[in-house]
Structures are given as C-alpha cells and as structure tokens.
C-alpha cells in the first residue's frame, strides 16, 4: 500500500518539497509518488492545500 495523488494535484511541489524519502516527482499534469518507495507517512497529505494524496488501498 502507498499514497497516491488523485487528479485534485494542482501541482504546487509542497509534498515532493516535504516527503522524507524523496518519492514525490513532477509528472504530467500533476504530482506522482513512486510506491515502492512511499512509507506511508501521511506528510504529503498534511502539506497539501487540495488533499489530493490519498491511501491506496
Ligand atoms: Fe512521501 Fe510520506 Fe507521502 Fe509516502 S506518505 S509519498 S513517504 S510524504
Ligand atoms: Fe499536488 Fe498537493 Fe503535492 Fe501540491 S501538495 S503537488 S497540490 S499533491
């Protein structure tokens, strides 16, 4: 399991800005976590403004 970042993603770069490991890159049209990499931390969605990281479950 790991966040994924939904549609909402107006692309500000304050997950990627703030993710303890680095997972969050600039994609198109919207910010992408790798989730190999995610530890499921919750940071990206307590930093952004649209709460477009969700659990994917
Ligand atoms: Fe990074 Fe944590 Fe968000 Fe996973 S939950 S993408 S580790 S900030
Ligand atoms: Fe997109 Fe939210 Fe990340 Fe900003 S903080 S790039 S709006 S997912």
Avoid: H, R, W
Wanted: with cysteine; net charge negative; aromatic share 4%.
């Amino acid at each position: 399991m790991a966040y994924k970042i939904t549609d909402k993603c107006i692309s500000c770069g304050a997950c990627a800005a703030n993710c303890p490991v680095s997972c969050i890159s600039q994609g198109d049209g919207k910010y992408v976590i790798d989730p190999e990499a995610c530890i499921e931390c919750g940071t990206c969605s307590a930093v952004c403004p649209v709460d477009a990281p969700k659990l994917d479950n």
